[in-house]
């Protein structure tokens, strides 16, 4: 008997550039830009905290095990990140509020296991959300009930205000791409294209060593404070900043030789300096491929440009 044919995934190849108006990319291009330079101001110290690997790899699986899009697997990781901010953000208000009328306090344990005992099940929404978006709908019944998980829906939708579709790093990725190909890159972006998806799987998964290494490096210091590592976070959201990183990383191992040239183009495009593009893609490559990375055939100053320095500016007290 034959088995089912499963839905087929969305190929690489399937990504056409070229096929968009130059003054439409400008002006999806600066609204992206707009988007990031917001994030980056309002990036609270607690973001990030359930980027772990176990947990993107978990939401990347799932996604490929439904056969969704790429770009589900990133923008679910991103709604489960703010959910899961958003509630411990209440649980802290509660104990304040508590606090300050001295009534009865609440079983904090209790609560800490409720948050434990549903947290597959928000991740679980927190995939279907991104799957909506991207007009697919997949079920988990044989784990819960459709009522379950149409409640649970809910409850992520009202804890975020409805505002679900969240700019992804791939969309930074794939439209400066776009601006490469019309640019006369010399690395054919299709090429690039492939490469940069692999490297951002990994930057997801890696995401804390990878941010770790660029840390250390921009205060050129191994044991940051608690307060470098929060003024940091403002780093660790900025998606166009890892967007120049993912495809400068790509173009070095697509062709090192023009290498320069693709970030060169990414530093027109977008104003980062150059030194925060090849310190980026440093420490991309070193937790990839590891030997011979930009860093160690040209010379470049061991800290981040000024968008980073500002983020993470040493402190002693």
């Given at each position: ?74 923008q679910a990781v991103e709604i489960l990140e703010r959910f899961m901010v958003k509630q411990a953000e209440n649980i802290c208000r ?107 799987d990994l930057v997801y998964l890696l995401h804390e060593p990878v941010y770790e290494s660029l840390l250390r490096a921009s205060i ?89 320095l500002r983020a993470a500016t040493s402190s002693n007290t």
């Open positions: 008997m034959d088995r089912p044919v499963r839905p087929r995934l969305a190929s690489h190849s399937d990504f056409q550039f070229g096929a968009v108006a130059t003054e439409t990319i400008e002006d999806a291009l600066l609204h992206l830009a707009q988007q990031n330079e917001q994030a980056v101001q309002e990036a609270a110290s607690r973001m990030g905290s359930f980027r772990e690997t176990r947990i993107v790899e978990f939401v990347f699986l799932l996604s490929e095990q439904w056969c969704l899009e790429k770009s589900v697997g990133y509660q104990a304040a509020i508590q606090l300050r009328d001295k009534t009865e306090p609440q079983n904090w344990r209790a609560l800490k296991e409720q948050l434990f005992n549903k947290f597959i099940l928000r991740l679980v929404s927190c995939v279907q959300l991104a799957s909506k978006l991207s007009f697919h709908y997949k079920a988990l019944g044989y784990l819960h009930t459709k009522e379950e998980l149409l409640e649970s829906e809910l409850d992520v939708l009202k804890s975020l205000n409805f505002q679900i579709n969240l700019p992804t790093p791939l969309a930074y990725v794939e439209m400066l791409l776009e601006v490469l190909g019309y640019n006369g890159c010399l690395v054919p972006v299709t090429r690039l294209h492939a490469t940069c998806l692999t490297l951002l050129e210091n191994s044991t940051p404070s608690q307060l470098q590592g929060e003024k940091f976070v403002s780093v660790k959201e900025d998606f166009m900043l890892l967007a120049v990183g993912i495809i400068a990383a790509s173009a070095f191992i697509q062709n090192h030789e023009c290498w320069s040239q693709v970030v060169g183009h990414l530093q027109s495009i977008t104003g980062i300096a150059v030194e925060s593009i090849a310190e980026f893609s440093y420490a991309i490559l070193t937790h990839s491929v590891g030997a011979n990375t930009p860093g160690q055939q040209q010379r470049t100053p061991p800290h981040l440009g000024a968008r980073a």
